[in-house]
């Protein structure tokens, strides 16, 4: 069965940084590309980011290029989102979330979610 | 960026009727749109893939339609444990891949 158990979060001021990391089990994590989403309190579910399978293609939400990195460690069947200048706005529970397997190529949406972790920004 | 307006913002629906959800995006993304359930607390399920294929383990009753910029997801006839947020996501055109803003289906 498939688990995705994310760690991480916590408080943190203005400014700060965070990493938070996707501890996964039940597949071949190194065969699937991963996604970071987010859910500030009350709204809706938001794209973070993504993480090709092998870690060669890194694809960004605007509102967090050049302060958040995704990476991975297919060794450790670990996703880690790495979290720098946080902003009041960044606030939310994160999700990392799986793709699955597709024969087409570019199809990646998401088919299981971690019961994610929550994020709160404030001095 | 594709935009992904779902509606209504709130259904109200009785036990046992039928809901429908749309989904409309801001330009084509062919059938490449996913349906999710959220429950409060809880991390999304995917219901919906492909804009009609239902995933497994998800009741008959959920199903999905449409192609382009039109999407339906239809409950046909709602039980208790069905009462939650609906998010559409569209997986065509990405970075960015977008999210609608949910539709809350409550207790009539």
């Known amino acids: 069965q498939v688990h995705l158990v994310e760690s991480g979060g916590g408080v943190v001021q203005p400014g700060g940084s965070l990493r938070l990391s996707c501890a996964v089990s039940?597949?071949?994590?190194?065969?699937?590309?991963m996604h970071w989403v987010r859910q500030a309190p009350g709204k809706g579910l938001r794209w973070v980011a993504f993480i090709g399978y092998d870690g060669s293609k890194k694809y960004y939400a605007d509102s967090v290029k050049g302060r958040f990195t995704i990476s991975r460690d297919n060794s450790k069947n670990t996703l880690y989102l790495q979290m720098n200048s946080l902003r009041a706005e960044d606030a939310a529970v994160y999700y990392c979330?799986?793709?699955?397997?597709?024969?087409?190529?570019?199809?990646?949406?998401?088919?299981?979610w971690g019961k994610g972790t929550t994020v709160t920004v404030s001095s | 960026e594709i935009v992904m307006t779902q509606s209504p913002a709130t259904l109200s629906v009785s036990p046992g009727e039928r809901a429908t959800l749309s989904c409309r995006a801001s330009q084509s993304v062919s059938n490449n749109l996913a349906w999710y359930q959220q429950k409060p607390g809880q991390a999304p399920r995917l219901l919906i893939y492909d804009a009609s294929t239902r995933a497994t383990g998800i009741p008959a009753r959920f199903s999905g339609s449409g192609s382009g910029t039109e999407f339906t997801l239809t409950i046909s006839s709602l039980q208790s444990e069905d009462f939650a947020i609906f998010y559409c996501?569209?997986?065509?055109?990405?970075?960015?891949?977008?999210f609608g803003q949910g539709t809350k289906v409550e207790i009539k």
């Open positions: 979330a799986k793709v699955p397997y597709d024969i087409r190529p570019d199809i990646f949406y998401i088919d299981v």
């Open positions: 996501l569209q997986y065509n055109n990405w970075p960015p891949w977008t």
């Open positions: 039940g597949f071949v994590f190194s065969s699937y590309g």
